[in-house]
């Protein structure tokens, strides 16, 4: 059964007269995936399972059918793809299947940093990012960047470098210290800055997060 968007309204009412921000757009993405959950038994671990356990196989599997997913920009004449909710979606999936002991997705390296607006936060908080004083300014102005615009995209594409000089930093540390390889993946240290940045958003508040008004977050 297809819920309408009068419906969904409804479900997602709020206490007070504040309207739903971006509707339609909720109502398509939630169509969009239904449909094709639908199409594979209403199971997402059917629809994965022809992508053979792989990370990348996985990503642009749900990419190619799943329309909103596909969190792209330009960027000084060049396609520049995000992808964070589905690689997030990808990530989540094998956390729950490892906690079944059925997590094996070999080349989870694959996926970055998710990148929204928290993590950048954190990583400015914690000196790993530095932004200009006037894009500082601008955030806290309250500026809505829009999405795909060129703030917005450096933004995002500078914290999942920065994330992976972590992660490259990691692994050479415990190289040098415990003589192995180290297994710490840009997902892993995502999972670690998110719930951080929330947790010390008080002692955090006088850095700005960028507004951006989207369906890719």
Not at 82 to 110: C, H, S, T
Request: glycine share 6%; hydrophobic share 35%.
């Amino acid at each position: 059964m297809k819920i309408s968007e009068a419906e969904l309204v409804k479900v997602l009412r709020s206490d007070s007269d504040t309207p739903m921000p971006m509707l339609r757009e909720r109502h398509q993405t939630l169509t969009e995936a239904g449909r094709v959950l639908m199409e594979h038994g209403g199971s997402f671990r059917m629809f994965m399972s022809r992508c053979e356990n792989d990370a990348e196989k996985m990503v642009k599997y749900i990419v190619e059918n799943i329309p909103s997913y596909r969190d792209e920009a330009m960027y000084e004449g060049k396609r520049i793809s995000f992808y964070k909710r589905a690689q997030i979606l990808v990530a989540d999936f094998w956390g729950i299947m490892e906690a079944r002991g059925e997590g094996n997705i070999p080349n989870l390296d694959y996926l970055t940093m998710f990148a929204d607006y928290r993590v950048p936060q954190g990583l400015v908080y914690l000196g790993a990012l530095r932004y200009s004083d006037a894009l500082v300014e601008t955030l806290k102005n309250g500026e809505l960047l829009s999405s795909g615009e060129r703030r917005e995209v450096e933004i995002r594409g500078c914290s999942i470098w920065c994330v992976e000089r972590i992660r490259q930093h990691l692994w050479k540390l415990v190289e040098e210290r415990d003589r192995k390889t180290c297994h710490i993946n840009s997902a892993l240290i995502d999972f670690y800055l998110w719930p951080y940045a929330k947790k010390h958003h008080k002692e955090m508040a006088h850095i700005p997060i960028h507004h951006t008004r989207c369906i890719y977050y």
